[in-house]
């Protein structure tokens, strides 16, 4: 395990350096991976961001966003020579690197990188020489102001690079709801704000830049294709891919919807599933201490956070609502009982 100091040494000359986000990131993600990016190319660095996947249209207003690259047929090559010629390579929002396929392959050939991992997920896998992770953070994002404040460059954070923290910061504490959400995530924000951020113009380019499509597709969902089995306090949505075809569904549509299943009263497992090419995505929210973490890792080959987690099945979506069905018997008797 490389030190902080080693790691200073390395940034102390200009240093060509890939900066990777999950699949389909989300704001914590991408928020983490263009902060880190505008740091960087301020200090005379070579930083590209490479994206596993598109993502949802509504985080395009971040600094930066123009200037990363998207894995696509099209841009294979060039993601495997900025991966393959970086000295250091950076893994946000994740802990294993199944989780930035295809770009995995492009990671693991370059042998000679140094490769950061920076996070706040469970059930960490070893594949980087130089760790910043702690489940306890709130946010990927948090992690980042620390780490830039441990490199000695706190003052170096820009409007630009704070409004990408900021985002990663607010959407993973649901708007500073969760429990993560300590005095310190309140004093890191207080220092964001003085860097002279629009907060107000952060939360409403997230929240409320929705398509009338989108909207629909949700009122849908929610009058639709919402279940309750009350006895297990369990709340999910079944979206077939006619369902998002009928809404022209775009990456970025179904997200926060979950969480509705979650505001009705004593429910505490709130899980959607998503037909995609050939595999059902899952998502599961919960509250108090049933882990979906556990659910998602045990079931449906994916994982996350205690309280927020995802997966996939690779079957139907009807073969999907039955292996769902099947696993929550395994937690009936959590899951019955309230408080
Ligand atoms: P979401 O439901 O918003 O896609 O994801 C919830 C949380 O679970 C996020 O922290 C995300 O990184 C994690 N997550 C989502 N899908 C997967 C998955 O397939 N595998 C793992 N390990 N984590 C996932
Ligand atoms: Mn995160």
């Given at each position: 395990?490389?030190?902080?100091e080693?790691?200073?040494?390395?940034?102390?000359?200009?240093?060509?350096?890939?900066?990777?986000?999950?699949?389909?990131?989300?704001?914590?993600?991408?928020?983490?991976?263009?902060?880190?990016?505008?740091?960087?190319?301020?200090?005379?660095?070579?930083?590209?961001?490479?994206?596993?996947?598109?993502?949802?249209?509504?985080?395009?207003?971040?600094p930066?966003?123009?200037?990363?690259?998207?894995?696509?047929?099209?841009?294979?090559?060039?993601?495997?020579?900025?991966?393959?010629?970086?000295?250091?390579?950076?893994?946000?929002?994740?802990?294993?690197?199944?989780r930035c396929?295809?770009?995995?392959?492009?990671?693991?050939?370059n042998?000679?990188?140094?490769?950061v991992?920076?996070?706040?997920?469970?059930?960490?896998?070893?594949?980087a020489?130089?760790?910043?992770?702690?489940?306890?953070?709130?946010?990927?994002?948090?992690?980042?102001?620390?780490?830039?404040?441990?490199?000695?460059?706190e003052?170096?954070?820009?409007?630009?690079?704070?409004?990408?923290?900021?985002?990663?910061?607010?959407?993973?504490?649901?708007?500073?709801?969760?429990?993560?959400?300590?005095?310190?995530?309140?004093?890191?924000?207080?220092?964001?704000?003085?860097?002279?951020?629009?907060?107000?113009?952060?939360?409403?380019?997230?929240?409320?830049?929705?398509?009338?499509?989108?909207?629909?597709?949700?009122?849908?969902?929610?009058?639709?294709?919402?279940?309750?089995?009350?006895?297990?306090?369990?709340?999910?949505?079944?979206?077939?891919?006619?369902?998002?075809?009928?809404?022209?569904?775009?990456?970025?549509?179904?997200?926060?919807?979950?969480?509705?299943?979650?505001s009705?009263?004593?429910?505490?497992?709130?899980?959607?599933?998503?037909?995609?090419?050939?595999?059902?995505?899952?998502?599961?929210?919960?509250?108090?201490?049933?882990?979906?973490?556990?659910?998602?890792?045990?079931?449906?080959?994916?994982?996350?956070?205690?309280?927020?987690?995802?997966?996939?099945?690779?079957?139907?979506?009807?073969?999907?609502?039955?292996?769902?069905?099947?696993?929550?018997?395994?937690?009936?008797?959590?899951?019955?009982?309230?408080?």
């Amino acid at each position: 395990m490389l030190s902080i100091e080693s790691l200073r040494q390395e940034l102390s000359v200009p240093r060509k350096i890939a900066i990777i986000p999950h699949q389909k990131p989300d704001a914590d993600a991408l928020g983490s991976g263009l902060a880190l990016w505008g740091f960087f190319k301020n200090k005379g660095h070579q930083p590209t961001v490479v994206s596993p996947t598109d993502y949802p249209d509504f985080l395009f207003w971040m600094p930066g966003n123009s200037e990363v690259l998207v894995y696509s047929d099209k841009t294979k090559e060039a993601c495997a020579k900025i991966i393959g010629e970086a000295a250091i390579i950076f893994c946000l929002d994740f802990n294993d690197l199944k989780r930035c396929e295809p770009l995995d392959i492009f990671i693991n050939a370059n042998t000679s990188a140094i490769k950061v991992m920076i996070d706040h997920h469970q059930d960490k896998k070893d594949f980087a020489d130089f760790e910043y992770c702690r489940v306890t953070a709130a946010a990927t994002a948090e992690l980042i102001y620390e780490f830039i404040s441990l490199l000695g460059n706190e003052a170096d954070i820009t409007t630009d690079i704070a409004s990408c923290i900021y985002a990663g910061i607010m959407t993973d504490t649901g708007s500073f709801k969760y429990p993560a959400t300590t005095a310190t995530i309140h004093r890191i924000v207080a220092n964001l704000l003085e860097k002279g951020i629009d907060h107000t113009a952060i939360h409403r380019n997230i929240y409320d830049t929705s398509t009338l499509d989108r909207l629909k597709l949700q009122g849908f969902a929610l009058s639709e294709r919402l279940k309750v089995i009350p006895e297990l306090n369990t709340a999910y949505f079944v979206l077939s891919k006619t369902d998002l075809g009928r809404f022209r569904h775009q990456t970025g549509d179904t997200e926060g919807l979950v969480n509705y299943g979650l505001s009705i009263k004593g429910i505490k497992l709130s899980v959607i599933l998503k037909e995609d090419e050939g595999f059902v995505k899952m998502s599961l929210r919960s509250v108090g201490n049933f882990s979906v973490n556990e659910v998602a890792r045990m079931h449906f080959n994916g994982g996350g956070h205690i309280n927020a987690a995802g997966g996939r099945l690779n079957m139907s979506i009807q073969e999907a609502e039955v292996a769902f069905l099947e696993a929550l018997k395994n937690y009936a008797n959590i899951l019955a009982t309230t408080s």
